[in-house]
């Protein structure tokens, strides 16, 4: 199997944080970064304005909040497809995460900047679209470990 390589991002230019800076990657659409500037970072200032905290530490407990363990993937084995249950790497807990926020906030309805930050902050909180995603996803898993042995 071949190694995986990842792009290193640079950490962006107000927070000088490389958290802010994937989140600003996944929110783009069609190479239109400066759009999702304004939204990232007017989603952080929103949360700043209502919270009086730190945005980033807002922003790095909705992802650790939204963040899968375990996952299932699906593997065919002797003619029947199993839904096998495998550990999720930090990388990828950090994408699915991010991804997950980023797709509950464009289900709402209202300026993306405020769906985004509203979905940050329960996130963060433990509720939220994200968080019940996850939910889902460990359920899932729990529901078919019986099918763990078949070892990637």
Not at 38 to 54: F, M, P, S
Not at 105 to 113: D, E, F, R, T
Request: no cysteine; glycine share 4%.
């Amino acid at each position: 199997m071949s190694k995986k390589k990842f792009i290193e991002v640079k950490p962006d230019p107000i927070y000088n944080d490389i958290t802010v800076a994937k989140l600003i990657n996944y929110v783009m659409q069609k190479g239109k970064k400066s759009v999702a500037r304004k939204i990232v970072y007017g989603a952080l200032e929103a949360i700043k304005k209502e919270t009086k905290q730190e945005p980033r530490q807002f922003l790095e407990k909705a992802i650790q909040n939204a963040s899968p363990v375990l996952e299932v993937k699906s593997k065919r084995i002797g003619g029947a497809n199993y839904q096998v249950p495998v550990e999720v790497s930090k990388e990828r807990r950090v994408a699915l995460s991010v991804k997950w926020i980023i797709q509950a906030a464009k289900s709402g309805k209202g300026s993306m900047m405020e769906k985004l930050a509203k979905e940050l902050m329960e996130a963060a909180n433990n509720t939220g679209n994200a968080v019940r995603k996850k939910e889902n996803v460990h359920k899932m898993a729990e529901a078919n470990k019986a099918f763990a042995h078949f070892v990637w």
